[in-house]
């Protein structure tokens, strides 16, 4: 339970951070996304308690979820700076949430129809696989954000960033065997797994961007010393 | 395509990406992007381009 709560509150980090940067957004389409949100998370829970498996730490941690997103989302409207960007970054955006979306949806079908057809035997949970899903969307939006140079205040301090991803992701992998219980708990495993992976290739691909943008800097001021 | 023509109205002004993108509003690489070919600007910006240029859209973008 703790590691979903560190990860909620790393990523939030970074996601409020990122959304600061921009103007604010539409206040309609925000109110229909949570209003969606909130209805098949209530459809979820109403599932789970009619059924008699439902828990009042999954009811807490289903409304967390939505706060969460309400908090981002109507953060969104009401606090954008409007600092910062520009239309090739605003397109650049809207092109990595596209594809990390398409990832995210073809992995969560993939990883249903690899569950039904195995006969009960896929070895990891509902609770892993949405994890891995869920994690490799997010990592996908953020190299492909990165890599268009979508957000300015990660591409000033690439370096920087490159490292803390890095460092986190291989925290992550390391301490993703066995936990302070010395007992392995797959379901936490494969959740460690998927998040330091995916850490880890945002700060390779950081890592390697910054290399680039220092020599493509280099070579542009050599070009314009020899304009000039 | 390389937009050479902005690039070279750019450096006759003296001017870095850095100061022409500070001047149309947009960011470094914005500017980066469209003189290497790898964003085709919008009408907008492309006006914004030229009026700080002091170039018409078909000195600086017109392909030839």
New interface residues.
Partial sequence: MSHIVDIMLLQSYYILKLRMEDRNMNKKTVFVALAILIAVVAVLIGISLASGTGTTTSVVISAGFVVFAGIIGLGSVYTGFGK?Y????L?ARSDAAFLAFLVTLMLIMCAGFISNTSDGAFPLSLYATSMICAMTGISTFVILADMQ?AY?SI?QKRFANSISFFFLGLVMIITSGVGTDRVINLDRTATLLAMGIGWTAIGLEMFIKSAADRK?ASV?EAD?ES?? | MKNLKLKSARAALDLSQQELADRVGVSRQTINAIEKGDYNPTIKLCLSICKVLGKTLDELFWEE
């Fill in positions: 910062a520009d239309e090739r970054m397109k140079d300015l591409s493509a542009e314009e304009e000039a």
